[in-house]
DNA sequence: CGTGTTTGACCCGCGC
DNA sequence: GCGCGGGTCAAACACG
């Protein structure tokens, strides 16, 4: 595997991204163009049947992992551009605190496997998004050091719109606005 | 009957 | 080379 694990290390210590909202993410991060579409992509997170509050999405902790690319240089050396082949998808990891492990973010997603992790007794489920064309996929894991704990781990770009309607998560969200910083 | 899940097999990279 | 851990495939199954 890659490196990415690495940044779920001490969840427990609450690291410094732990205050930071899906929605402040949008607004300080836009620029690069992967994350405008998938951030978009998350606000759809949880519409009203998952069972989680507000109050549980402030725990929500996102980050990012940088190995993001390597895709232009510097990498050569000995070992050649291995590196830079597989490091070209993003990835992002969602921490959240919820009972339910099924964040519905507003796509469709197929589950196409499940293996249990070492060191920890719940299962890995992978699954990926069913939009034609479009081979986006997420991992959803719960810690087993904190059951509480979710993550969710997404990899590559949606290129397509959000195929489930918002119903009135609408607006919940346009209510969180009023709590951001902007 | 279409769509999504389950689950064992398979594959692949990596460390020993 | 071998075994292990992690990721994916795909046939069988479940469900509307």
Redesign the pocket.
Known sequence: ??SY?TIFQSSSSSPAASHLSVLNMVNSHAGAEFQDQNLNGYLGMMPPRTEISISEMNNIVVQRNNLVDAGTAEVNSSKKF?VEKKSRKPKYAFQTRSQVDILDDGY????????????NRFP?????C?HQGCNV?K?VQRLSKDEEIVVTTY?GIHSHPIQKSMENFENILSQMQIFTPY
């Open positions: 595997m890659e694990p291995k469709r997603w197929r589950k196409y496997g499940q293996k249990a992790v070492k060191n890995r489920s992978y699954y990926r069913t996929k991992q990899e």
